[in-house]
């Protein structure tokens, strides 16, 4: 089992990281001459969750990823807050203001098959704001199952 925590510090600033073993992570973060925290004491755990090893490290990438409300909302528990919070801003206004959304169907390819490497373009409806170029690597692709062969 392992550990993802949370640690605010004296600057009001967010440290996450992931342990085996909390508190003598904790104790090595209060006697640690380098590295952020030493700068930024005293500090104190704000959260922590107990999970598998695998599952802390990828939580742990995540919430690196996220933003200051977003931290302060999963602090405090506000887990129907954290979920209005990892809504984007400018999808929801598009939406409320019955704008036109993007889907897969709206999607055009530059080049058939994409290469690493190549574009796409995405088609919007007239009026609506100019079309954006994104590189096939923005895509999310589902990862391949793996068989037992």
């Not at 009026?127 to 391949?144: F, I, N, V």
Request: glycine share 8%; net charge positive.
């Amino acid at each position: 089992m392992a550990w993802v925590y949370l640690l605010e510090c004296s600057d009001g600033s967010y440290y996450v990281g992931s342990t085996r073993d909390l508190a003598k992570r904790l104790r090595e973060h209060n006697i640690t001459q380098t590295g952020y925290t030493s700068q930024r004491r005293p500090f104190r755990l704000a959260w922590s969750a107990e999970l598998d090893l695998a599952d802390a490290y990828r939580i742990e990438r995540r919430i690196h990823g996220w933003s200051r409300a977003k931290k302060r909302a999963l602090i405090d528990g506000e887990i129907d807050h954290l979920k209005v919070l990892a809504k984007r801003p400018g999808v929801q206004k598009r939406r409320a203001s019955g704008g036109a959304t993007l889907s897969w169907g709206d999607v055009a390819e530059s080049r058939s098959p994409p290469l690493r490497g190549s574009s796409l373009t995405l088609l919007t409806p007239q009026g609506a704001r100019p079309a954006r170029r994104l590189r096939s690597s923005h895509l999310k692709y589902p990862r391949p199952v793996n068989r037992p062969s």
